[in-house]
C-alpha cells in the first residue's frame, strides 16, 4: 500500500513590530489600514474628493471617537481612501500607563496594537449593525504601522495624510489619460 506523505506548512509572519518598545510610548504613529482584498467599499473618488459609502461614513465616526476611548491620544489626523485608510496617531504619556510589552493574547491597554484593533472592531461592529450584514468581513488581517522618531518625518507624513486624497486623485487621472 502506497502511503501518502502529508506536509503540514506552518506559516509564520513576521512581525513589524519592534522587540523591546513599548507602543504606549509618547510618540507619533502612522497606521495604514486595508480593506478586505483591498476593494473599494469605504466609498469612491468623484472629481476631487472621496465621496463615503456608508462603510466609510462608519468609519470615520469611529475615527472621530478615538480620543474619547483612549485618554492618551493627543492628536488624530487621517485621511479615509476608497481601500484603505491612513491615521497619524500622536500619544501622550500618561503616569497611570504601564510601559509593558504586548504579546499574542497579552494586549496592553492604550496601546497602538490595541488602539487599532479595536478602532477596527468599532468599525466593523457598526457596519455589520448598520449594513444588517452579521458575517461582513470589512479589513485586512494586520495594519502597517511605523513610528515618526523625527519632526521632519512627522512632518512629512503629515502632509501625506493631508495630502492623500489629491495625490491619488492625481494619480488616477494620468492613468486615465494615458490610455
Known amino acids: 500500500m502506497n502511503s501518502m506523505r502529508v506536509s503540514i506548512v506552518k506559516l509564520n509572519r ?3 513590530r519592534w522587540r523591546n518598545y513599548s507602543y504606549t510610548s509618547a510618540a507619533s504613529y502612522f497606521v495604514t489600514i ?9 466609498g469612491h473618488y468623484t472629481t476631487n474628493s472621496v465621496e463615503l459609502s456608508t462603510l466609510g461614513i462608519v468609519a470615520e ?4 471617537a478615538l480620543q474619547e476611548h483612549h485618554p492618551n491620544i493627543t ?16 500619544l501622550r504619556y500618561l503616569p497611570e500607563t ?3 510589552y504586548e504579546s499574542f493574547g497579552r494586549p496592553v491597554k492604550n496601546s497602538i496594537p490595541t488602539i487599532v484593533r479595536t478602532l477596527k472592531a468599532a468599525i466593523t461592529r457598526e457596519a455589520r449593525r448598520r449594513l444588517t450584514s452579521p458575517r461582513l468581513v470589512v479589513f ?3 495594519y502597517h504601522m511605523r513610528v515618526l522618531l523625527s519632526l521632519d518625518y512627522l512632518r512629512r507624513v503629515e502632509r501625506y495624510v ?13 492613468k486615465h489619460h494615458k490610455r
Open 14 to 16: 513576521k512581525s513589524a
Open 34 to 42: 486595508s480593506t478586505k482584498h483591498r476593494y473599494a467599499t469605504l
Open 75 to 90: 492628536r488624530v489626523l487621517y485621511s479615509i481612501q476608497p481601500n484603505h485608510i491612513h491615521i497619524l496617531i500622536v
Open 140 to 142: 485586512q488581517r494586520g
Open 98 to 100: 504601564r510601559s509593558e
Open 61 to 64: 465616526e469611529c475615527l472621530l
Open 162 to 174: 493631508m495630502n492623500n486624497t489629491r495625490i491619488h486623485i492625481q494619480r488616477r487621472n494620468r
